[in-house]
């Protein structure tokens, strides 16, 4: 763990964090993977939230400030998104892809696929929030989460009629169906525009793969396909939010987290990001409003172009 | 460990291999920090290379085919790239900086800047050699070691006259350096002719930081950053190609690793990678061949261009 550990100096504090700073904090969620190698908290640092419910984490004093101090998006340097739901439309590749796969296969023309769909969908909140919050040991990649997931509902009574129909490969195909979803209209032309200012990264509970092959069906052009994966965990488990501000080199609060699932965004906030709220109809759960309008985000948009305007204008 | 260490079925056997085949191996690469970590090895399987001399590893015996079956270039599905050298000229750039710096502080002219940055870039190739093969530990992350390796520089009898004159800023601003280098002629052009077709991605020492910057810098459009802070150690470790491997979902037969140094496709080959070595005068210190040629790679080109070309023709 030392390499990691170590107080460097900082490299640049006028755009980084090298060293004592943020990333000093989250070196130490990527390799801790179990909080007995968290060192104590240091005396009159400040103590950060505990998202997790296993594991509390620490800022060092010089940066709790990045942490606490209210700042505009001018200051943002980098975007870094949510995927599913956010910028991909999920249930109508899903749907599509179950409604063709049954009639190949004989399904009952009853079958309710839009049920289906969100039931495996779920089934993915459920457990990447089991993860995430250190109740269960992983998978962390998602191809093999969804998979199993599907495994699980085929086997049920609900559903094992069509466990009787799907073997092993048309399992396999519908599992990378996950791949392959189309964006939403605004998604690739925004977030072309937003990459001309600032680094533009996807920060996803999907795998590598996954993302890149999304990225490549959609016309996502990312400058950085963050999976959780690759930071140890699944959102909201704070490794992933600060892993990715550590790996962007910047302060979280010249990070702007953006998605259309509150739950993402007061995670973020919790360590220091700015917070885009996007309006995906489907998705919405709860009212969500803007600071100014006396709300919890610090902006809300209603697509992806919408925020590249605001945030070139800035 | 238990998340990442159980043999999961595998998902595509055709393409991929979540389980039991090449990412099981490399999953135990990226979570074992420690040896102790791995489990001892199955009967009846294939033992592998040991690249690191701390560390040995398995092919599962249903994957053994992939590191010994001599098989076309036909078969690639990924390009991974060494970035420094062979795409971008660092010699120039670093060259151009440090000299720039030194008139502004008022250096001596007589300073040899090119003995000055081919120091700086040879302790680095020490360094991230001594930690790849286990020798010490980090950092991990190539800024911090760029700035380390100058400080030490600057402390030493040959270049204290720079270290005086140089303060924080100065120093801070050189390491930087290393994130604007410009692209070889052909390099942009080259990959984006290679993503039409396959997935490319940076398998490369340098931070995602670093490499983020570059790759707006010197316009490499990559599918994904693999910095091999992600993936836990520095190439030729075994963990950094087998990471690349795991994470893109493919077997190590269906990846490609280019590059212009022989050291990095010697340790790309040993785990069943593709070879592709490219000619960059400079940093030519083998004659390296084709296997047609009765050499070691599976191809030598002069040109990211002349590989998208032979790739896009297979």
Redesign the interface.
Known sequence: ????L?P??T??SSR?C??YATPYASAKFI?A?DPAFLPPVPQGNTAGPNNSGAISWIFPSNTAQYAVRPLGMDEVQACIFDVFGTLVDWRTAIIKALESEGKRCGASPQTDWEAFANEWRQGYMRKTRE?ANGLV?????V??LH?NILEEMLASSKWNGLGKIWGDEDR?KL??AWHFLDGWADSSEGLHALKQTK?I?ALSNG???L??DM??HANL???????C??LGSFKPNPKTYLGAAY????PPSQVAMVAAHIYDLRAAASHGMKTVYVRRGEDIVDEVKSKADGGEVDVVVNSITELAALINRV
């Not at 763990?1 to 990691?4: A, E, G, I, N």
């Not at 790996?247 to 910047?250: A, E, G, K």
């Open positions: 763990m030392k390499d990691v170590r460097y100096k490299l640049d980084i090298l060293g390799r993977r993860i040991d992983g998978p962390l990649n191809d093999v998979r396999k599992t990378l680094i990264a795998n590598v793969r993302l890149v990225a490549k052009p990312w400058d950085a396909v963050l999976s994966e690759l790996h962007l080199s910047l």
